[in-house]
């Protein structure tokens, strides 16, 4: 299972990559290899304000369906339109091309809250 040291986490396995105020979020390796084959990727929250824990999208897999939760609160600056031709690259390449949505954090301190490559290790039993 691939869970990089320099990224965080959350409880609900979505990871997190901060740069200054600017956060590239996506779902985890341990996640998409729990969903499956992943067909769709639906994200309606471009250019909108999401509170912490909100949900952002959904992400179809040939036997469910799972919702996306905000790690951090914030305005969805962009969404990954490589996804809607081809979602598989979260299945393929989830901390790569396989991300979802970049973020203009407003409250940075909310960071805290995160999880660390070890902390999300020990919550999935690796």
């Known amino acids: 299972m691939n869970i990089p040291e320099n990224l965080l986490y959350t409880k609900d396995h979505e990871w997190v990559k901060v740069d200054g105020d600017i956060a590239t979020v996506g779902v985890t390796d341990f996640a998409q290899s729990e969903l499956g084959d992943i067909v769709y990727v639906e994200i309606e929250?471009?250019?909108e304000e999401?509170?912490?824990a909100e949900v952002f999208g959904t992400v179809e897999a040939v036997k469910t369906v799972s919702d996306l939760f905000m790690p951090l609160s914030g305005e969805?600056?962009?969404v990954n339109a490589a996804l809607e031709a081809q979602?598989?690259?979260?299945n393929s390449d989830p901390y790569g091309e396989?991300?979802?949505i970049k973020v203009k954090v407003?409250?940075?301190s909310e960071k805290e809250e995160l999880l660390s490559a070890?902390?999300?290790k020990e919550l999935i039993g690796q």
Not at 87 to 90: A, G, Y
């Open 50 to 52: 999401v509170a912490i």
């Open 87 to 90: 979602p598989e690259l979260v």
């Open 76 to 78: 969805v600056t962009e």
């Open 118 to 120: 070890a902390a999300y």
């Open 98 to 100: 396989g991300w979802m």
């Open 106 to 108: 407003s409250n940075t």
């Open 45 to 47: 929250k471009e250019g």
